[in-house]
């Protein structure tokens, strides 16, 4: 998975990846969280995938003593 983000460290291995991951990747994962997590009708619903996403970066944003 390529990104533009340089190496840091992080203590924790999913925000890594997540940080590192392209948009399409992100968007790929997110689908299938909703597919396997949501009810049928929130799994089809655009919004509901740019909610996944928005998590995803929001989870891998550096936390405290973490820097990019």
């Known amino acids: 998975m390529g990104g533009g ?3 840091m ?3 924790n291995k999913i925000a890594q990846v997540l940080a590192r991951a392209t948009e399409a990747d992100k ?3 997110a689908h299938f969280l909703a597919n396997n997590l949501d009810s049928a009708e929130l ?3 655009s919004a509901r995938i740019r909610e996944y996403v928005a998590a ?4 891998a944003a550096p ?4 820097q990019f």
């Open 56 to 59: 995803f970066d929001r989870f």
């Open 27 to 29: 968007a790929e994962f």
């Open 9 to 11: 460290e992080y203590s």
């Open 43 to 45: 799994s089809h619903d």
């Open 5 to 7: 983000v340089s190496q």
């Open 63 to 66: 936390k405290h003593g973490e």
